[in-house]
């Protein structure tokens, strides 16, 4: 898909944005589908979507000399995404894409969960360290998706989950808090 569709399908609308494919830290795949640049000219201010970026390095926040894609879009002027789902690191495409299910499922069984709440669900089905590790959730965690009223019911009520055990908090230097993590 050129660019300029990519832009017009962007600008239109959408609840969830879901790029799978190869990445770097400022663009989608090896042939700059989409980058940084794009982001901060995207005109959808009035629907402001998430994007579940399933590549490597759209999230790597901590470089202090290129911004991140997930920055990008979270920050564009006139647009861009309410919240960014990416990594900020390198992994394997199979567990991305286990994850990925994993929150769509979420998402499709409890509409009306935090999404915050449903990337931790999500996460906690791989065992996959370095995808669980890397990929973080830029926006508010406790934020709600609004679906339309044209939407339709799920199809049969969602089983209920069980709970996702939390770890104890525990003190980190400089009296930071921090949660333990399963290894």
């Not at 009035?46 to 202090?64: E, K, R, S, T």
């Not at 709600?144 to 908090?169: D, E, F, G, Q, Y």
């Amino acid at each position: 898909m050129p660019r300029a569709q990519v832009l017009t399908a962007l600008n239109s609308g959408a609840l969830i944005v879901d790029y799978n494919g190869h990445g770097a830290e400022q663009q989608w795949s090896f042939s700059d589908l989409f980058d940084g640049n794009d982001a901060a000219v995207l005109t959808n201010g009035g629907h402001l979507p998430v994007y579940l970026l399933m590549d490597c390095l759209n999230g790597l926040f901590q470089d202090v000399y290129a911004e991140a894609l997930a920055k990008s879009l979270i920050l564009a002027p006139n647009g861009g995404a309410v919240a960014v789902w990416a990594s900020s690191g390198f992994t394997q495409q199979t567990p991305q894409a286990s994850m990925e299910l994993a929150l769509l499922n979420e998402f499709s069984a409890h509409p009306a969960e935090m999404l915050g709440l449903m990337v931790l669900h999500a996460k906690s089905g791989t065992s996959d360290n370095d995808v669980r590790r890397t990929w973080i959730l830029f926006g508010d965690p406790a934020m709600k998706l609004r679906i339309s009223a044209a939407a339709p019911p799920p199809v049969s009520p969602a089983p209920p989950r069980p709970p996702v055990p939390i770890n104890p908090p525990r003190v980190c230097p400089h009296g930071v808090s921090c949660i333990l993590e399963k290894q």
